[in-house]
């Protein structure tokens, strides 16, 4: 099989991951790209990219622009003579860019293309109770996740798995489908196709902090898949008063439970031994929890630390 040349473009670990399988193929990084290095913490501690960090593990040349239009920054990724760029988990690439090597740039995205285009798509695929996703392989051009598909493979969401779990699970299938799609490449039997024409694709708009926050409105299920959604990032939310002290709680895990009893939405059923939260038609009962300026913990631990329930309430 032919061997590829290849510039890979990543940051987080789920960038990692692939480029690890891809130095692990038969084909040739020729060079790495990531973020520049950030100051973070208390300490104001310089932290690498876990893309930084493999390709400096395994010897591969690294570069990290500041802009990537810049003139030095292009002249040298010319030098490099790749044949193709992969994208993972990376920034928006200008055109003079990902038109540079002679079979193009292609990306991978942890979706079923044309639905989730965007940020999100592994947090919206479980909030909106999917029970199918997958990833795909796309060659980018200058609309955001809207280029010819190469490849796509698909997995099961179960009902009990959340954001953090299904974004490992597709971690691991996504490098596979980077590897596969190379060698469809090297070997000339991929037929790119465009996106399907979808009237209403679903979206998976970058999340803020507002859409963060639980409406305990909504039935039950809905709570649910909401909440195991955004665990364990970026976390969803209610606001809780205790002693008219106003405070964050972060809820992590829970089950619910379906009902006809007509109490109000938010309404706070909790004790000792329970923790339930009622909505619009049922009532979700969290199990991992964090309230604001504490560690995260277990319903039993939270509900451990009060003497008094009477002067707590979800607002």
Same mark, same amino acid.
């Given at each position: 099989?032919?061997?590829?040349?290849? =510039?890979?473009?990543?940051?987080? &670990?789920?960038?990692?991951?692939?480029?690890?399988?891809?130095?692990?193929?038969?084909?040739?990084?020729?060079?790495? =790209?990531?973020?520049?290095?950030? /100051? @973070?913490?208390?300490?104001?501690?310089?932290?690498?990219?876990?893309?930084?960090?493999?390709?400096?593990?395994?010897?591969?040349?690294?570069?990290?622009?500041?802009?990537?239009?810049?003139?030095?920054?292009?002249?040298?990724?010319?030098?490099?003579?790749?044949?193709?760029?992969?994208? =993972?988990?990376?920034?928006?690439?200008?055109?003079?860019?990902?038109?540079?090597?002679?079979?193009?740039?292609?990306?991978?995205?942890?979706?079923?293309?044309?639905?989730?285009?965007?940020?999100?798509?592994?947090?919206?695929? *479980?909030?909106?109770?999917?029970?199918?996703?997958?990833?795909?392989?796309?060659?980018?051009?200058?609309?955001? &996740?809207?280029?010819?598909?190469?490849?796509?493979?698909?997995?099961?969401?179960?009902?009990?798995?959340?954001?953090?779990?299904?974004?490992?699970?597709?971690? &691991?299938?996504?490098?596979?489908? *980077? =590897?596969?799609?190379?060698?469809?490449?090297?070997?000339?039997?991929? /037929?790119?196709?465009?996106?399907?024409?979808?009237? &209403?694709?679903? %979206?998976?708009?970058?999340?803020?902090?507002?859409?963060?926050?639980?409406?305990?409105?909504?039935?039950?299920?809905?709570?649910?898949?909401?909440?195991?959604?955004?665990?364990?990032?970026?976390?969803?939310?209610?606001?809780?008063?205790?002693? %008219?002290?106003?405070?964050?709680?972060? +809820?992590?895990?829970?089950?619910?439970?379906?009902?006809?009893?007509?109490?109000? @939405?938010?309404?706070?059923? +909790?004790?000792?031994?329970?923790?339930?939260?009622?909505?619009?038609?049922?009532?979700?009962?969290?199990?991992?929890?964090?309230?604001?300026?504490?560690?995260?913990? @277990?319903?039993?631990?939270?509900?451990?630390?009060?003497?008094?329930?009477?002067?707590?309430?979800?607002?």
């Amino acid at each position: 099989m032919k061997k590829l040349k290849v =510039v890979f473009f990543g940051t987080p &670990d789920f960038a990692r991951t692939s480029l690890e399988a891809i130095h692990k193929s038969s084909h040739e990084i020729v060079g790495v =790209v990531t973020v520049a290095d950030k /100051q @973070s913490g208390r300490g104001q501690k310089v932290n690498s990219s876990p893309v930084k960090k493999f390709a400096e593990e395994n010897n591969l040349s690294l570069f990290q622009p500041l802009k990537l239009k810049d003139e030095d920054f292009l002249a040298e990724m010319k030098k490099l003579e790749a044949d193709i760029f992969v994208v =993972v988990a990376f920034r928006m690439m200008p055109k003079i860019l990902f038109e540079m090597p002679k079979l193009g740039t292609f990306n991978l995205h942890a979706s079923l293309l044309p639905d989730y285009r965007g940020a999100a798509p592994i947090n919206f695929a *479980i909030i909106n109770g999917e029970t199918k996703t997958g990833a795909t392989t796309f060659f980018i051009n200058e609309k955001i &996740d809207e280029g010819n598909i190469l490849l796509q493979d698909e997995l099961d969401i179960s009902s009990t798995e959340n954001a953090g779990e299904l974004h490992d699970r597709l971690m &691991d299938l996504g490098a596979k489908l *980077i =590897v596969k799609t190379l060698d469809g490449l090297a070997e000339n039997n991929i /037929q790119e196709k465009p996106q399907p024409e979808v009237e &209403d694709p679903k %979206n998976a708009f970058k999340i803020f902090k507002d859409d963060m926050k639980i409406d305990w409105d909504q039935p039950a299920e809905k709570v649910y898949n909401f909440i195991r959604g955004l665990s364990p990032y970026p976390s969803a939310f209610t606001t809780i008063k205790i002693n %008219n002290e106003e405070k964050t709680l972060k +809820i992590f895990a829970g089950t619910f439970e379906e009902n006809e009893e007509n109490s109000p @939405s938010g309404k706070l059923e +909790i004790s000792k031994k329970e923790f339930n939260i009622f909505t619009k038609n049922g009532i979700y009962k969290p199990t991992e929890v964090q309230l604001e300026g504490k560690k995260r913990m @277990s319903v039993k631990d939270f509900l451990n630390g009060f003497r008094n329930f009477e002067n707590i309430e979800i607002i």
